[in-house]
Structures are given as structure tokens and as C-alpha cells.
């Protein structure tokens, strides 16, 4: 029997590439099509990265979801890093912190089905977001 | 260290990315490329992403950034091979790589490298 949770870490750039492989395994393992595995995955990819970058590592914690009529993905996305200030702002297409192009997070919104971001200032920022087959 | 061949051929230069790019990875190709564009006077590059199976923002601004250092060094550089399922996604992302000149596959984009050649030495 598969594990339905687990969690990654998010320290390095290399951690990314670990989560992108992982998500993708588990978006076939949910039998999802190849386009929602690559949105997954993407968008996974983007908030992954901003953990690392921005954030100053975290971790990924994953959830195989099953709520008897659907199958989905729930994949949460935690730092402790620095916090955004201005979330509104943060979910403008093009706003960048100014290591970025501004498409990481509200791109990632546009892959998901489901998206949710909390953050605070010095305490750190929590995105989970989820994708149903 | 770890990095991405660049093959030459004859005038043009030909990049196959094959493995899952961490980012450094990815900026080391830059910085390889456009260095094997001033060093080899290539005319032109093709980059061949028909193994890459997901192009995040970090990927795509750096394919679109090298496609724009490549035209300021005087070389045409082509995209080939973006699977359909990364075109739909870069697309919903918010990168349609405007200003890259993209074709199906290597043949194709030769093709193209050619055609573009042809029409600077018209000018």
C-alpha cells in the first residue's frame, strides 16, 4: 500500500528538482492526464522554489486526496522565511520581489484548482494549493 | 561540474537539454552559450527541449533571455520540440515566450535557422 502523505524538504535548488520528480510521480500514480501533471508540476516547481529562494527553505508536505466520488493532489508549501508584507500585491501578475519575473506565485494560482496563501511578516508563508483529477 | 553540451555544427550551434535543470544549471547554460556564440561567430543556435517535461518561469525567462543575448551577439536562436503539454502550461503560467522563434522539431527549426540566414544576407 502507497503512502497517501509525506513530507520534503525544501532547502536547495536541488530539493526542487527532488520535488518536481516526486509530484510528478504522484500525479501519475493519481492517474493524472499528462497536461494536469505538467500544470502540477509546474506550479509545484514555482512554489518550491520561492521557499528556497525567498523563503530560506522549508518544506513540502504532500496529500494524496480521495473524497469518494474524486481523486486529487494537496501539496503545502512552507518557509519560515521573511513573509510577504503586501499579499495582494504579491498575487499581481508581474509584482516581483526583485529577484524574479512576478509570474511564480499568481502563475501557480492559474494551475491549481484550489489555492491558499498564508503569511506573516518574520514568522514565514504557508501556500497550499490542490489539483483534482 | 556538472553542465549542458553544446555541439557544434558547421555555422550553427545545437544545444540538447536532456536532463531536469536545477536553476544553476540552467544559468551556467547561458553564460556556456553565449561565450560558444562569441567564440565560435555561430550564426545561429537551435535549442532542443524535446526531453524537458516541465519549463517553469525560472526555465522559460532564461530560454527567452538567451534567445535575446544570442540576436545582440549576431546568431538566430530557434526552440525546438516543446511538448504540447509545456506549451499549454507555459501559456496558462502567464510566458508565451514572445520574441523566440520556436519549431516543431530540429529539422524544422534548421530550416528556419537557414531562411532567417538567407534574409541577412539579403540586407
Known amino acids: 500500500m502507497n503512502a497517501t502523505q509525506g ?9 526542487v528538482v527532488l520535488a518536481r520528480q516526486a509530484v510528478r510521480r504522484m500525479t501519475q500514480q493519481l492517474a493524472f492526464s499528462l497536461v494536469d501533471q505538467t500544470k502540477m508540476v509546474t506550479a509545484a516547481s514555482e512554489l518550491a522554489r520561492n521557499a528556497v529562494i525567498h523563503g530560506g527553505g522549508g518544506a513540502l508536505a504532500w496529500e494524496l ?26 498575487l499581481t501578475d508581474g509584482w516581483s520581489s526583485g529577484t524574479g519575473l512576478g509570474m511564480g506565485l499568481t502563475g501557480a494560482r492559474r494551475l491549481v484548482n484550489e489555492f491558499d496563501i498564508e503569511s506573516k511578516v518574520g514568522v514565514g508563508t504557508r501556500v ?6 | 561540474m556538472e553542465r549542458i553540451p553544446i555541439l557544434r555544427m558547421g555555422e550553427y550551434l545545437l544545444v540538447t537539454i536532456q536532463v531536469d535543470m536545477h536553476d544553476q544549471l540552467a ?3 547561458q ?6 556564440i562569441a567564440r565560435s561567430r555561430a550564426k545561429g543556435v537551435l535549442i532542443d527541449i524535446s526531453a524537458l517535461e516541465v519549463v517553469d518561469s525560472f526555465i522559460g525567462r532564461m530560454i527567452a533571455d538567451t534567445a535575446g543575448m ?5 546568431a538566430h536562436a530557434v526552440l525546438v520540440g516543446m ?4 506549451a499549454i502550461t507555459l501559456v496558462e503560467l502567464g ?9 516543431l522539431n530540429v529539422e524544422r527549426g534548421m530550416a528556419l535557422l537557414r531562411a532567417s540566414l538567407q534574409g541577412d544576407g539579403a540586407r
Open chain 2, 27 to 29: 544559468v551556467q547554460l
Open chain 2, 70 to 74: 544570442a540576436r545582440i551577439l549576431d
Open chain 2, 83 to 86: 511538448q504540447p503539454a509545456v
Open chain 2, 95 to 103: 510566458l508565451s515566450l514572445p520574441g523566440v522563434a520556436t519549431a
Open chain 1, 65 to 90: 486526496l480521495n473524497n469518494g466520488a474524486r481523486h486529487g493532489l494537496r501539496l503545502t508549501f512552507l518557509d519560515h522565511g521573511p513573509g510577504i508584507a503586501n499579499l495582494d500585491l504579491a
Open chain 1, 128 to 133: 497550499t494549493v490542490t489539483r483534482w483529477k
Open chain 2, 31 to 36: 553564460d556556456d552559450l553565449t561565450q560558444a
Open chain 1, 7 to 15: 513530507e520534503l524538504p525544501l532547502q536547495s535548488q536541488h530539493d
